[in-house]
């Protein structure tokens, strides 16, 4: 089932009557089935479009579908979805089995029927045997998995996750990720999943859809956003260590920084900001672009040269190069800028020229 | 060293209240059970005719009144205590769900609790007043004859009905505020998340609300009775000294426990009185102890810290 989102404006007034927008004018359809990521810096408005979708708040504007069903005006208990919060929400005294069957008895399911989705679930998810526990008798990533469960026992059409993974430490993080990628594919359910990690979004989403400010910046397949992105802020959100961004001119159809011709460009004379992806240097003795090296971090695989910012010297630009080149602070290195892991911007709007 | 130092800072921070509490809370409990064990103590001269094991508790349990205040104690707590933290819990979760005036309606809720007890004892007084009180009045509109609750020769179950709805009423304020912090306190996201799973209302209150809330539900419960097997200023706001309404006789009276250690005490001048009202009061407090420690028993299974 595609969820569609038409539309969709979610405006909070606060006390004093100020407004604020959290979600402007959001259109986008989320394909039936596939894991998708919903990726912002925090405040820019996914939670509460995740929040929309599962009915705890209303939009001031706009339709939601679930299929071609209008359920802008359904309650939360009536669209068949199942929530995850940030937090998990499980019902401390209750244990591990009361918590997943909570859903059941709710809708009045039979006892045995209720006792064994509950054992398969939680089966599914991993924490079979610790069904008599208590929530707090178990670690971050299990108490994970109970509400998982919990929220996938009642066969929901859509699965909305909340920051899923930002209460676990960094190592539980990537083996639930992995986990929840698992219980999405042998479920087959539809799964949205909100997430300020750039990393986590894009490792285990089928689709991310990239919001600022309360706007839809761009939607696609990970590597395809990573590799076109539409503005700064998508180049500048995705990636680490993050791209590089550079002050840079166009004339004559050529793209210059510091007055050398880095790439061309078939736009008209202005002042662009040019980003490049720290992979996109290739060191070359007849290169095109001259840099000291101001500091080098070695971690085996690769290493990353670290270079002073042309205009602030607090800040410094990142180069991942192949680890055979021994290069030592203070060097002086020549390299060439691969065309497509350089992007020139728009100074004033962002936008990719 | 520092640790040293560190005690005597506390002992000396602690001093002014353990000097106070020394004076008029550990001296007179442990002078009250010294006092239970003198054989025919002289208040007046401070003398004794040594020491009794039980002459005193004896002359306490075999006055006729013990067992009225036995009667009333036990009535009063055990009605009004669950009927009123019933009651609180209710109107506490109501409450907490009104969004708008929700602060004036707390106001309200606990401006009882502000009031002089006696005062609102004398306004109870009123209502139940056979001739011009509300209540009369507003049964009255339904056809019902004017019931005497506490005036002149009223029976013993009207007037205890009259005290049992004071008292009731008299305790809500405390245990509305208490629950309702509590309630506040409980994360929102529950409610989202039973909201979410269609859980009916019933089911919301009964399997998330009142056991989020049991720690408070305990605290109030244990207070409450302890506070019920104390009780005496309602009887005298509401009876005046004879705790009993006018014209009626001894065993219709109201009197409770500590009515029994005041009445006591108001003879102390009489031989071995003043080691009677130590008994009656160290068999209160002996009652309230056990009391506690079995619903201390119960609280390790049903509440959930």
């Given amino acids: 089932m595609d969820i569609t989102l038409k539309e969709i404006t979610k405006i909070f007034q606060a006390k004093d009557k100020s407004e604020t927008v959290a979600v402007n004018d959001f259109n986008i359809t989320i394909p039936s089935g596939k894991l998708i990521g919903l990726l912002g810096p925090s405040?820019?408005?996914?939670?509460?479009?995740?929040?929309?979708?599962?009915?705890?708040l209303t939009p001031n504007h706009g339709r939601i579908y679930f299929g071609d069903e209008d359920v802008t005006d359904m309650a939360p208990e009536d669209r068949g979805i199942g929530l995850v919060f940030q937090n998990y929400a499980l019902y401390p005294h209750m244990t591990v089995r009361q918590n997943i069957m909570f859903p059941l008895e709710n809708i009045k399911v039979p006892k045995e029927e209720a006792l064994k989705r509950a054992q398969d679930m939680a089966d599914l998810v991993g924490i079979g045997e610790l069904m008599n526990r208590k929530p707090k008798q178990l670690s971050g990533g299990q108490q994970q998995r109970v509400a998982i469960a919990r929220a996938l026992v009642k066969k929901p059409r859509v699965l909305l996750l909340d920051e899923p993974l930002s209460n676990?430490?960094?190592?539980?993080?990537?083996?639930?990720?992995?986990?929840?990628?698992?219980i999405q594919r042998e479920t087959g359910i539809t799964t949205i999943f909100v997430t300020h990690d750039q990393e986590e979004a894009m490792s285990i989403s089928d689709e991310i859809i990239l919001m600022d400010l309360g706007i839809k910046q761009q939607v696609g397949e990970p590597q395809d956003v990573y590799d076109e992105p539409k503005n700064l802020f998508v180049a500048?959100?995705?990636?680490?260590?993050?791209?590089?961004?550079?002050?840079?001119?166009?004339?004559?159809?050529?793209?210059?920084?510091?007055?050398?011709?880095?790439?061309?460009?078939a736009a008209k004379n202005q002042e662009v900001v040019v980003g490049i992806r720290p992979e996109g240097f290739e060191i070359d003795p007849n290169g095109i672009m001259e840099l000291e090296v101001y500091m080098v971090e070695t971690i085996g695989r690769d290493t990353t040269l670290i270079i002073k910012n042309f205009n602030d010297s607090a800040k410094s630009y990142r180069i991942i190069v192949d680890a055979r080149h021994r290069i030592k602070p203070g060097d002086k290195v020549k390299f060439n800028i691969e065309s497509d892991k350089i992007f020139v911007f728009n100074r004033e709007t962002g936008e990719r020229l | 060293m520092l640790e040293r130092q560190?005690?005597?800072?506390?002992?000396?921070?602690?001093?002014?209240?353990?000097?106070?509490?020394?004076?008029?809370?550990?001296?007179p409990l442990f002078n009250a059970f010294f006092l239970a064990?003198?054989?025919?103590?002289?208040?007046?001269?401070?003398?004794?005719?040594?020491?009794?094991?039980?002459?005193?508790?004896?002359?306490v349990i075999t006055d006729p009144d013990f067992g009225i205040a036995m009667k009333n104690t036990s009535i009063i707590t055990f009605i009004s205590v669950p009927i009123s933290v019933i009651i609180a819990l209710l109107i506490s979760v109501a409450l907490n769900s009104v969004k708008k005036l929700q602060g004036a309606f707390q106001t309200i809720f606990f401006l009882p609790y502000v009031t002089n007890a006696i005062a609102i004892g004398m306004a109870f007084a009123f209502i139940f007043h056979a001739d011009y009180g509300l209540l009369n009045t507003i049964l009255g509109w339904f056809g019902i004859n004017p019931i005497n609750w506490v005036g002149l020769n009223a029976s013993w179950s009207n007037a205890m009905f009259a005290l049992l709805v004071y008292t009731i009423w008299g305790g809500l304020a405390f245990k509305i505020m208490v629950f309702l912090s509590g309630l506040q306190s409980i994360d929102k996201q529950y409610y989202d998340a039973a909201r979410v799973d269609a859980t009916p209302r019933r089911r919301v209150l009964t399997k998330i609300t009142i056991p989020l809330l049991s720690p408070m539900i305990f605290y109030i419960t244990v207070t409450s009775f302890i506070g019920a097997f104390k009780a005496?200023?309602?009887?005298?706001?509401?009876?005046?000294?004879?705790?009993?309404?006018?014209?009626?006789?001894?065993?219709?009276?109201?009197?409770?426990?500590?009515?029994?250690?005041?009445?006591?005490?108001?003879?102390?001048?009489?031989?071995?009185?003043?080691?009677?009202?130590?008994?009656?009061?160290?068999?209160?407090?002996?009652?309230?102890?056990?009391?506690?420690?079995?619903?201390?028993?119960?609280?390790?299974?049903?509440?959930?810290?």
Wanted: charged share 20%; hydrophobic share 45%.
């Fill in chain 1, 43 to 56: 405040g820019c408005g996914k939670s509460t479009t995740l929040y929309m979708i599962a009915g705890l």
């Fill in chain 2, 37 to 59: 064990f003198l054989r025919d103590y002289e208040f007046l001269l401070r003398s004794a005719k040594g020491f009794t094991l039980f002459g005193n508790f004896k002359n």
């Fill in chain 2, 232 to 305: 005496y200023r309602t009887i005298i706001g509401m009876f005046g000294e004879t705790l009993r309404p006018p014209g009626t006789l001894s065993k219709d009276s109201l009197i409770t426990i500590v009515g029994l250690v005041y009445d006591a005490l108001a003879h102390a001048d009489a031989t071995g009185k003043m080691s009677e009202a130590a008994a009656a009061s160290i068999i209160l407090f002996s009652i309230t102890m056990i009391f506690t420690l079995v619903q201390m028993q119960i609280s390790k299974r049903r509440v959930h810290f």
């Fill in chain 2, 6 to 27: 560190n005690n005597l800072k506390a002992l000396f921070y602690l001093a002014p209240a353990m000097v106070l509490l020394s004076v008029f809370t550990f001296y």
């Fill in chain 1, 168 to 182: 676990l430490d960094a190592r539980l993080r990537l083996a639930t990720r992995e986990e929840i990628k698992r």
């Fill in chain 1, 236 to 265: 500048k959100f995705l990636g680490t260590p993050p791209i590089n961004l550079m002050p840079g001119e166009i004339k004559n159809k050529q793209v210059l920084i510091r007055g050398s011709k880095v790439t061309g460009k």
